[in-house]
């Protein structure tokens, strides 16, 4: 009978103690309440936000899918456990859904920006495991500050992009009690897996063809797109796309019909891309998933030199996470299945922590490293700033820095990856950045990078939105879109 009570008591607790869904309940439609950017203005910047705001007579304004800010517009849409879109569970079909009027919404936002001469910034990110789309969930925080940055790169020219940011929710933690959730870890990896198979894959599809379908002004694409997932939310991302990946990448054909390379005179083709570029950061899930794409990019031939990464994997040395707790976790849940030779490690390490897939690693420029110094001649001496645990920048500061980051990526010739690539900070030389390549980025070109850091480009699992790994991915995006014309999206098939 005690048990029986024991049993009762934490049912109890565990159920009051559920975390919700959705937490953006009042979707897209208008709200009684007026939410002008001038209400948000003030937490535009990734600002923790009171309590007593959060829940005070504009709470309505907090649990809308829809923040729009003076600098750039969020917009959220969340997944409940099965992969469903949210608002769908008791809806009707035939009928339209969230989905009909996130993309209108997303549609009126392109017509009025394209009508003033702009166009779309769209920059995705996919939370992971113990986070949601809560108004003041860090990540959420996070975000709102990157999408700050992004439209200071954007610039404030007449023709400037308007950033959209899209927050993509599901339930990161199944239950809110801080002394219990850590037992969700396997739950909430399922969950992630349910929701990659879900409806996930047709609202990256949308978005994709959403970002294509808009016309070009000036020889440039008027939406760009960079999607982030991170630790769960990077299996969700590369689950959902990793089909796609695979396709691009065994339907190219960058030799002639008799199977010779291009003579010197002409270029291969480049991969078709999804989006711009994509970006998964301290994902948590094991190298066997990732080793079908490995694979098949290892077999390309005839790459044009100048390819640019479509996907970018990059892992921390430091986060323990995925280094230790997932191989071990995954170790007993695999304990029965047969794994030969390299399939063991690669069936219970995350593939950032297996170098059978690592292509590059990212460290920080020794301080007697000549090459660097002088790549990043002309920027701030160490002496002249701060370190990034004592330092944070002011929104001009930060204008400063991006504009000498584009500055010097514009001056680089037009071409692709060599071994040896450096990044400049913009705050300091405690900033600059080494990438060298390994022997698994084979062929030279191959698109698809599983990037391994150190402790001090990102020091754990959620130290993702930090200056030195940003300034890393804005300097590719950046380059990235640089070369958008030449990179193209040249169809295999084509």
């Not at 049993?7 to 709200?31: H, M, N, T, W």
């Amino acid at each position: 009978m005690k048990n029986w009570y024991f049993g009762a008591i934490v049912l109890v607790l565990l159920v009051s103690a559920c975390a919700q869904f959705p937490y953006r309940e009042k979707g897209l439609d208008p709200v009684k309440v007026e939410c002008p950017p001038a209400f948000y203005a003030g937490y535009s910047d990734g600002q923790k936000i009171d309590d007593a705001v959060v829940d005070g007579d504009k709470s309505e304004c907090w649990k809308r899918s829809i923040e729009e800010h003076v600098r750039y517009d969020l917009m959220f849409v969340e997944f409940d456990d099965q992969g469903w879109v949210q608002q769908s569970s008791k809806l009707p079909r035939p009928g339209n859904d969230y989905f009909d009027a996130f993309f209108a919404q997303l549609e009126k936002l392109r017509a009025k920006y394209q009508a003033a001469g702009h166009g779309l910034s769209l920059v995705v990110y996919v939370h992971g495991w113990h986070h949601n789309a809560h108004a003041n969930d860090e990540n959420v925080r996070a975000f709102r500050k990157l999408l700050g940055d992004v439209a200071l790169a954007e610039g404030e020219s007449g023709t400037a992009r308007r950033v959209v940011g899209i927050y993509v929710g599901w339930r990161g933690d199944s239950i809110t009690s801080s002394w219990i959730n850590w037992i969700t870890f396997w739950d909430r990896k399922n969950t992630a897996e349910r929701v990659s198979q879900g409806m996930v894959r047709e609202f990256f599809s949308r978005l994709d063809y959403f970002r294509d379908r808009t016309e070009k002004q000036a020889g440039n694409q008027v939406t760009r797109m960079l999607v982030i997932g991170h630790s769960f939310g990077g299996l969700i991302v590369y689950e959902s796309l990793s089909s796609e990946f695979l396709r691009a990448s065994a339907r190219y054909r960058g030799d002639d019909d008799s199977g010779n390379c291009p003579k010197t005179n002409t270029k291969p083709r480049y991969l078709s891309r999804f989006g711009d570029l994509v970006v998964i950061v301290n994902p948590a899930f094991e190298g066997t998933r990732y080793e079908p794409l490995k694979v098949s990019a290892q077999r390309l031939r005839c790459l044009n030199e100048t390819q640019l990464p479509l996907v970018i994997i990059a892992t921390s040395q430091a986060d323990l996470a995925t280094k230790n707790v997932f191989p071990v976790a995954r170790y007993f849940n695999t304990i029965f299945e047969w794994t030969p030779d390299d399939e063991q490690d690669a069936n219970v390490r995350t593939v950032g922590h297996n170098s059978r897939y690592t292509t590059h690693n990212l460290s920080l420029c020794a301080k007697d490293d000549v090459a660097c110094a002088n790549a990043c001649k002309g920027n701030p001496s160490s002496a002249a700033s701060k370190g990034p645990e004592q330092r944070t920048a002011t929104i001009q500061e930060r204008k400063e820095n991006i504009t000498k980051e584009q500055q010097r990526v514009a001056a680089i010739e037009k071409g692709g990856f060599e071994s040896k690539e450096y990044f400049c900070g913009g705050q300091g030389q405690e900033f600059n950045l080494q990438l060298s390549s390994e022997g698994q980025w084979h062929p030279k070109a191959n698109p698809f990078w599983v990037v391994h850091t150190t402790a001090d480009i990102m020091d754990g699992h959620n130290d993702i939105f930090n200056p030195r790994f940003e300034a890393f991915i804005r300097q590719m995006y950046i380059r990235a879109l640089s070369n958008s014309e030449r990179t193209g999206r040249q169809a295999a098939s084509d």
